[in-house]
């Protein structure tokens, strides 16, 4: 059995295998289910304690002596709705949180901030469909996905969907050796030109009104965010320069 189930909807190695030593006795006390389970026998009170708190396991007095059971596997759904349920709530809550909180961040002319790893650049990204309206254009130079990352074609596939749905544009300066692997969708809504073999480069700049990113695509990536008005106009500029130098396709 795939126990990695049992693991995502909350439930820890010690408690997955007292569970499953329950469903195998049917009803034991302490010393024989922590054999069964393979854990210590000081421990078992408490995982099954918390296992009766998420209603899969019951206890029953016998002779005077406390004896566990499972509770039917299907009550397992049971405990998956509630903990589902929970995180809902919490989201609506943090949903009416946030506002609130960005109350407190403070105004500044310009700022720039460190991020690292894919799970930033995608944000990056899911920024721009959150924050440009139709019609709204952002700038690329350097377009390419990394070397061998899982999820990244899928991921840009997806994107260039969603904002050539939305409307959003974007004018692009790609990598040479990029140009057989770009996405079918990427040219969508979009003007795309080659940048010469002797300007490759693997590093990505992106910007858009007064945010400007910089970050290489790799399993350790490292993304700088800068937001100066100053900052966007300057590499406008040097995009431009090298639109000029770019070929069409």
Known sequence: ?????????????????????????????????????????????????????KGIVGSIIKEKKKHFQAMEPKRLMDFFNEKTAKVEQQKKELEKTIPLLENYLQKEDSKAVLYRGLIAIKNIYKAILEEL????????IGVNYGLNLPGVREFFENYHRQRAKKGIKVKMLVNQDAKELLVKNIYSKSKIRFLPEYLMNNMIILFYKNKSFIFFLSKDSIALAIEDKEVSKGFKSYFNAFWKLAKPK
């Open 1 to 53: 059995m795939n126990k990695q189930i049992l693991r995502e909807i909350g439930l820890t190695e010690g408690e997955i295998k007292v569970y499953l030593a329950l469903l195998k006795l049917g009803e034991a006390r302490k010393t024989k289910l922590a054999n069964e389970a393979g854990v210590s026998s000081s421990k078992v009170y408490e995982i099954c304690a918390r296992l009766q708190k």
């Open 133 to 140: 309206k139709k019609g709204e254009e952002y700038y690329v």
